[in-house]
């Protein structure tokens, strides 16, 4: 069954460090999705792609955010600097089109120290 | 854009049926009601979709009164498995309505 990758599982850095994440959608999804999950909260969408245009980055905090999907397929999400309020994890999911069945990735745990 | 309301915790017991509700009353034309569970650790998983009336596959059934404004996610027979974060989600598959929330979602304990 095909999955959605992401990388690294875990990452720690400090605070105003740079950190990416990538993830790599299923094959043929054309949607996109980054969230962030607090702990004990649910997951906050950050951004969303239809293939390599962002369709809503609006709770993208833009001064440190920024993501990219130049060929439409995998993506990156990168913090600059890192603050210690972005400990989170970040999760990865794709779907075929817009709003359908999202699939989601294993996340990325990140601890900023 | 459609808020959801869920209850932030349930108990149950193995082989029991659980039902969790969701408020919607904003909800829009052409919005559809989404449910996922999640686990620790894991991304959320994709559960039920449906639209009206009554929705059901393998793992669960959605039921969905006429007014739209709530709808219920039954799952019958839990086992310890099903302990887990369940989210109701509502949102245009268009996309025509705004971002879907996932909002706080309910924790179910399942208890042997």
């Known amino acids: 069954e095909a999955e959605v990758a992401q990388s690294p599982r875990y990452k720690i850095t400090e605070k105003s460090q740079a950190v990416a994440f990538w993830c790599d959608p299923i094959?043929?999804?054309?949607?996109l999705y980054w969230y962030r999950q607090i702990l004990g909260q649910g997951p906050e969408l950050l951004v969303q792609?239809?293939?390599?245009?962002?369709?809503?980055d609006s709770q993208l905090p833009k001064d440190r955010f920024s993501a990219e999907r130049l060929k439409g397929v995998d993506s990156t999400l990168k913090i600059q600097p890192a603050e210690l309020g972005d400990s989170a994890m970040y999760l990865c999911?794709?779907?075929?089109?817009?709003?359908?069945?999202?699939?989601f990735g294993p996340g990325t745990r990140l601890t900023v120290t | 854009l459609a808020k959801t309301t869920q209850p932030i915790s349930m108990d149950s017991y193995e082989g029991q049926e659980v039902n969790i509700t969701c408020s919607h009353n904003?909800?829009?034309?052409?919005?559809?009601i989404t449910w996922y569970q999640q686990f620790p650790s894991q991304g959320p998983r994709f559960i039920i979709q449906g639209y009206k009336t009554k929705v059901t596959n393998e793992v669960a059934s959605l039921f969905i009164p006429a007014d739209r404004k709530s709808s219920t996610l039954s799952l019958p027979r839990v086992s310890l498995s099903d302990t887990a974060v369940y989210y109701c989600l509502v949102g245009d598959p268009a996309g025509n309505t705004g971002k879907l929330i996932f909002g706080q979602g309910t924790t179910l304990q399942v208890k042997p």
């Open positions: 999911a794709s779907s075929l089109v817009d709003r359908d069945e999202q699939y």
């Open positions: 094959s043929g999804h054309a949607t």
């Open positions: 792609f239809q293939d390599e245009s962002v369709v809503d």
């Open positions: 904003n909800i829009a034309t052409n919005d559809y």
